[in-house]
T-cell receptor
Framework: DVKVTQSSRYLVKRTGEKVFLECVQD?????MFWYRQDPGLGLRLIYF???????EKGDIPEGYSVSREKKERFSLILESASTNQTSMYLC????????????FGEGSWLTVV | DAKTTQPNSMESNEEEPVHLPCNHS???????IHWYRQLPSQGPEYVIH???SNVNNRMASLAIAEDRKSSTLILHRATLRDAAVYYC???????????FGIGTKLQVIP
């Protein structure tokens, strides 16, 4: 079965900390995505990657960076966490995004205090 | 960028059909239309997708307008387990960036 695994389901971090959110997919997909989800705002795309070491900004990249050193792993990095980054973060992957399904992880709930 | 427009919320009585609309006026000729749903405290999951023709699967049906600028997800008999947020989307752009809107929150009334 297809699987996207996010390393942490719930995290609490302090303002100013560096935060890593890890995501692994086992489907050999080229495309991987990071979204954040906030009440009333739906899913907003932060970054996506279409190949190893390749990345593109999404709609809200400010305050975030990403890393894709291996095809199966896509990391989201908050260089200096702030309280307005408290949110649910969703990782997803897809072989391509025209005719193929996007698979999502369970989500990571991040609270910055 | 791909933009979709959906109603924020809809209600349905249990065991009645539900038609969830979506406008996607920026769709390109090769984009597939996908529908996903998100149950509480979970990531979104695939429901159905199509290109031009109407599609059926065990979960739902997808009706696509002839000009492809809109589509409708049809749940033939809503159950309480269908209460979720439903998103429609399509891929666009050179690197296939996919964006989701706010979605439609479906409430099913017993």
């Amino acid at each position: 079965d297809v699987k996207v695994t996010q390393s942490s389901r719930y995290l609490v971090k302090r303002t100013g900390e560096k935060v890593f959110l890890e995501c692994v997919q086992d489907m050999d997909h080229e495309n991987m995505f990071w979204y954040r989800q906030d009440p009333g705002l739906g899913l907003r795309l932060i970054y996506f990657s279409y190949d190893v070491k390749m990345k593109e900004k999404g709609d809200i990249p400010e305050g975030y960076s990403v890393s894709r050193e291996k095809k199966e792993r896509f990391s989201l990095i908050l260089e200096s966490a702030s309280t307005n980054q408290t949110s649910m973060y969703l990782c997803a992957s897809a072989r391509d995004t025209s005719g193929n399904t996007i698979y999502f992880g369970e989500g990571s709930w991040l609270t910055v205090v | 960028d791909a933009k979709t427009t959906q109603p924020n919320s809809m209600e349905s009585n249990e065991e009645e059909p539900v038609h969830l609309p979506c406008n996607h006026s920026t769709i390109s000729g090769t984009d597939y239309i996908h529908w996903y749903r998100q149950l509480p405290s979970q990531g979104p999951e695939y429901v159905i997708h199509g290109l031009t023709s109407n599609v059926n699967n065990r979960m739902a049906s997808l009706a696509i307008a002839e000009d492809r600028k809109s589509s409708t997800l049809i749940l033939h008999r809503a159950t309480l387990r269908d209460a979720a947020v439903y998103y429609c989307t399509h891929g666009t752009g050179g690197y296939q960036k996919v964006t989701f809107g706010i979605g439609t929150k479906l409430q099913v009334i017993p």
